[in-house]
């Protein structure tokens, strides 16, 4: 059975994205720190007349930071608030099969937290990321 992905890229890394987590994908504008927020927090941003918290993926993955000039966001809705999560770029939506995350994978970092499953496009697999858990990578120390 084949489902609709949002292919991404966030720290280099091919990833997919079921279009279900998807609201829209932005440009953010201006971020503006958020005090006392976690260090995966960049901060908030206006969109559309409401007010999204801007996660720092990188960061949030344990990997390095976003760098300040990646502006592209996949907005999503999780426990009813809004969340811009910071990608490197953004490619198309298609469908794609989704298969399991093979038990001799090795995923680092946070990586293994929001992994789901995986998908083959063109011969190169992409991991299925899920954007809820991103946010609870960040839970962990």
Do not use: C, K
Request: aromatic share 4%; hydrophobic share 50%; net charge negative.
């Amino acid at each position: 059975m084949t489902e609709l992905f949002l292919v991404a890229h966030i720290a280099g890394r091919g990833v997919a994205i079921d279009a279900s987590q998807v609201e829209s994908v932005v440009d953010i504008g201006e971020i503006v720190a958020a005090p006392r927020a976690g260090a995966f927090v960049r901060g908030v941003a206006a969109l559309r007349s409401r007010v999204v918290t801007v996660i720092d993926t990188g960061i949030a993955l344990g990997l390095s930071p976003t760098p300040d000039g990646v502006r592209r966001a996949v907005i999503t809705i999780i426990e009813g608030h809004h969340y811009a999560i910071l990608v490197d770029s953004v490619e198309d939506v298609a469908p794609f099969a989704r298969q399991p995350l093979s038990s001799g994978l090795a995923l680092r970092n946070g990586w293994a937290s929001v992994g789901t499953g995986i998908v083959e496009r063109d011969g190169e697999p992409l991991l299925v990321i899920d954007l809820s858990a991103v946010l609870h990578t960040t839970a962990v120390p």
